[in-house]
């Protein structure tokens, strides 16, 4: 199991950019595939971006496909969320998730066991 926090959310102007950061604690950072997800007021938790552990692999939702980017670095125990061109709907609390498992798809909420307890992102028209 690793323990993750999340940091860098706040409010921000449509079009703007914001970096999350996810830092990590516990043994084998490297070896977990690491994911993002958000959840906007009164919607479900959904995909945003993952990456494996190597790196290797990455997958996006549609709707951040070219505008967010996910780097991890292994060294710092950390995964960022970079967020381009941002969107009032980009609105969410934003969480960072953990699982030791390798990575071929987009992940499934319930495959990734461990959880930060969420950055806010606010987007503002």
């Known amino acids: 199991q690793v323990q993750l926090v999340e940091s860098g959310g706040g409010l921000v102007q449509a079009g703007g950019s914001l970096r999350l950061s996810c830092a990590a604690s516990?043994?084998?950072?490297?070896?977990?595939?690491m994911g993002w997800f958000r959840q906007a007021p009164g919607k479900e938790r959904e995909f945003v971006a993952a990456?494996?552990?190597?790196?290797?692999?990455?997958y996006y939702a549609d709707s951040v496909k070219g505008r967010f980017t996910i780097p991890r670095d292994n060294a710092k125990n950390t995964v960022y969320l970079k967020m381009n061109s941002l969107k009032p709907e980009d609105t969410a609390v934003y969480y960072c998730a953990a699982a030791y498992l390798s990575l071929h798809s987009p992940p499934l909420r319930a495959d990734l066991g461990s959880w930060g307890q969420g950055t806010l992102v606010t987007v503002s028209s």
């Open positions: 516990g043994r084998f950072f490297s070896r977990y595939t």
């Open positions: 990456i494996s552990w190597g790196g290797g692999n990455t």
